[in-house]
């Protein structure tokens, strides 16, 4: 059980980032290098911020989840 709450909390902390630059308006590209993340796992996250722009990080994890 709190394994699962540390996978959520890091992935919660990696969708807010992600969203951040997204808004800056950030390519995928510019985000996956400067995270130093694959496009493939930037990619979905990237998506649902422009999908929904008024979402959360919380309701892109539900979303993604």
Sequence with gaps: VITQGIIKVVALIFIMLVHKKARKGDSITKIADDLVEDEIVISPIYKMVKE??????KD??????
């Design 52 to 57: 929904y722009p008024e979402d959360t990080e």
């Design 60 to 65: 892109i994890y539900q979303r993604l989840n």
